[in-house]
């Protein structure tokens, strides 16, 4: 009976062992041959740097030892001699010559025998560095090992994950997870198994970002349901107002044909925002780059202003010195307007607008619009770029909601930021850094 124990002990952990996860031999034996290449890599690049440090040390040791038989000769370096290699037949015979003006020598040096004694230490010196290279070969692998090893594991991982079986019930155990969860709801999936934890893991990921995007969509949908069911209905009145008595009363004809008219115009701007930020969520939008002087642009948008808005001062600065960059000239003056509009809409008739344009003092392009007008809360700024989004405040006045998503759309697509700075009832700086 004991016997029969001890061999089932053995036989158990037999088991065990071959149950434990070994290296893949392929991968083992990838992985000890990129360790190999790196290893003859750093050894060949130590060696061309001992090479190159030897060089350099036996020029120095050759001109130090001419340099000190002079200063024995002559006590001091004299610049006003000439000096010369006398070329031989053979090496052991080459000469140094140092002579004055009139050519008559006064140190000849035999260079073969210094050549020799400097060569035979710059042999030694690299001797001692092989060697060095040899005894730190074992330390330097492990090393090398170590910085391997997170790859390797990675590898062995992939390995495992690709060799994994799942059973049936594996199988029912995500399908029954998946069916369980509802579109509205929080819910992440569970579960409840170590073997699939990378899978509930990638899954719930999924999950968060879909909902997200659904929920954004359907906040679009909302918004824009809204923004349009007003002048919908504002139409739809004055068309029935008119249906029953508004034909013969020539007042409400016309009052009726400026409302649909104002209304309608509004739809359609709307719309072209939405089919703009549509095209551009799809990546419909192309822009074309060329060359664009910030300061000829400003100066275009500033005279259109003056022109269309009798209402409020405009004053244009810019700084000395053209300002160019890569852009869209169309589209970036169409952010520089929906900015402007922005400024004219939240602003007192009478009062300033300033444009601007020049470079920061870190060399970047930019372009400013400053108002007069109502500000923002701090909280308004860090919204006011959301599709749809509008202040308390701002709701008074006219307007999508849409026209400052559209220049940011395009101020990123061009790889600039906003600086916004806003004061409630004092007014708003907005800076485009480009």
């Given at each position: 009976?004991?016997?029969?124990?001890?061999?089932?002990?053995?036989?158990?952990?037999?088991?065990?062992?071959?149950?434990?996860?070994?290296?893949?031999?392929?991968?083992?034996?990838?992985?000890?041959?990129?360790?190999?290449?790196?290893?003859?890599?750093?050894?060949?690049?130590?060696?061309?740097?001992?090479?190159?440090?030897?060089?350099?040390?036996?020029?120095?040791?050759?001109?130090?030892?001419?340099?000190?038989?002079?200063?024995?000769?002559?006590?001091?370096?004299?610049?006003?001699?000439?000096?010369?290699?006398?070329?031989?037949?053979?090496?052991?015979?080459?000469?140094?010559?140092?002579?004055?003006?009139?050519?008559?020598?006064?140190?000849?040096?035999?260079?073969?025998?210094?050549?020799?004694?400097?060569?035979?230490?710059?042999?030694?010196?690299?001797?001692?560095?092989?060697?060095?290279?040899?005894?730190?070969?074992?330390?330097?692998?492990?090393?090398?090992?170590?910085?391997?090893?997170?790859?390797?594991?990675?590898?062995?991982?992939?390995?495992?994950?690709?060799?994994?079986?799942?059973?049936?019930?594996?199988?029912?155990?995500?399908?029954?997870?998946?069916?369980?969860?509802?579109?509205?709801?929080?819910?992440?999936?569970?579960?409840?198994?170590?073997?699939?934890?990378?899978?509930?893991?990638?899954?719930?990921?999924?999950?968060?970002?879909?909902?997200?995007?659904?929920?954004?969509?359907?906040?679009?949908?909302?918004?824009?349901?809204?923004?349009?069911?007003?002048?919908?209905?504002?139409?739809?009145?004055?068309?029935?107002?008119?249906?029953?008595?508004?034909?013969?009363?020539?007042?409400?004809?016309?009052?009726?044909?400026?409302?649909?008219?104002?209304?309608?115009?509004?739809?359609?701007?709307?719309?072209?925002?939405?089919?703009?930020?549509?095209?551009?969520?799809?990546?419909?939008?192309?822009?074309?780059?060329?060359?664009?002087?910030?300061?000829?642009?400003?100066?275009?948008?500033?005279?259109?202003?003056?022109?269309?808005?009798?209402?409020?001062?405009?004053?244009?600065?810019?700084?000395?010195?053209?300002?160019?960059?890569?852009?869209?000239?169309?589209?970036?003056?169409?952010?520089?307007?929906?900015?402007?509009?922005?400024?004219?809409?939240?602003?007192?008739?009478?009062?300033?607008?300033?444009?601007?344009?020049?470079?920061?003092?870190?060399?970047?392009?930019?372009?400013?619009?400053?108002?007069?007008?109502?500000?923002?809360?701090?909280?308004?700024?860090?919204?006011?770029?959301?599709?749809?989004?509008?202040?308390?405040?701002?709701?008074?006045?006219?307007?999508?909601?849409?026209?400052?998503?559209?220049?940011k759309w395009i101020i990123d697509k061009h790889h600039g930021h906003f600086e916004v700075l806003s004061r409630t009832q004092l007014g708003t700086r907005i800076r485009v850094i480009l």
């Amino acid at each position: 009976m004991k016997k029969k124990t001890q061999k089932n002990q053995k036989q158990k952990q037999k088991d065990t062992k071959r149950a434990r996860p070994v290296k893949n031999n392929a991968e083992t034996k990838r992985m000890t041959s990129i360790a190999r290449k790196m290893h003859r890599s750093w050894i060949g690049k130590k060696l061309g740097l001992y090479i190159g440090m030897d060089l350099l040390l036996f020029v120095l040791l050759f001109a130090g030892w001419i340099i000190d038989r002079e200063l024995i000769r002559f006590g001091e370096i004299r610049l006003d001699y000439v000096r010369m290699f006398m070329e031989t037949q053979y090496l052991q015979t080459v000469t140094y010559v140092v002579a004055d003006e009139s050519g008559r020598a006064l140190l000849e040096l035999v260079l073969y025998p210094a050549l020799q004694v400097i060569g035979i230490i710059i042999l030694v010196i690299l001797f001692c560095q092989i060697l060095g290279i040899f005894f730190s070969y074992g330390s330097e692998d492990r090393k090398i090992r170590r910085i391997l090893a997170p790859i390797d594991e990675i590898a062995l991982r992939a390995d495992e994950l690709s060799k994994m079986t799942f059973t049936e019930e594996k199988y029912q155990q995500i399908e029954e997870a998946i069916s369980s969860l509802q579109p509205e709801d929080a819910d992440l999936l569970s579960f409840g198994d170590a073997d699939l934890q990378g899978i509930e893991a990638a899954m719930n990921n999924l999950l968060i970002r879909m909902r997200d995007s659904y929920r954004q969509q359907a906040r679009f949908v909302n918004d824009a349901s809204h923004e349009l069911r007003t002048p919908i209905a504002v139409i739809q009145g004055y068309a029935n107002m008119l249906a029953r008595w508004g034909r013969e009363d020539e007042k409400v004809l016309d009052e009726s044909i400026t409302a649909i008219r104002h209304e309608s115009e509004h739809m359609q701007h709307l719309v072209e925002q939405l089919l703009f930020l549509a095209r551009g969520d799809s990546g419909k939008n192309k822009l074309t780059m060329t060359t664009v002087s910030l300061n000829e642009m400003m100066q275009e948008v500033f005279e259109e202003s003056l022109m269309i808005d009798e209402g409020h001062r405009y004053r244009y600065l810019t700084e000395d010195g053209e300002v160019s960059i890569q852009a869209d000239a169309a589209m970036l003056k169409q952010a520089v307007r929906i900015l402007v509009d922005n400024a004219a809409k939240y602003t007192k008739n009478g009062e300033e607008i300033l444009l601007s344009a020049g470079c920061t003092s870190g060399g970047r392009a930019y372009l400013q619009v400053q108002d007069a007008g109502i500000g923002m809360a701090e909280k308004d700024v860090a919204q006011m770029f959301e599709r749809f989004y509008r202040a308390d405040e701002a709701r008074r006045f006219q307007g999508t909601g849409l026209g400052l998503s559209i220049a940011k759309w395009i101020i990123d697509k061009h790889h600039g930021h906003f600086e916004v700075l806003s004061r409630t009832q004092l007014g708003t700086r907005i800076r485009v850094i480009l």
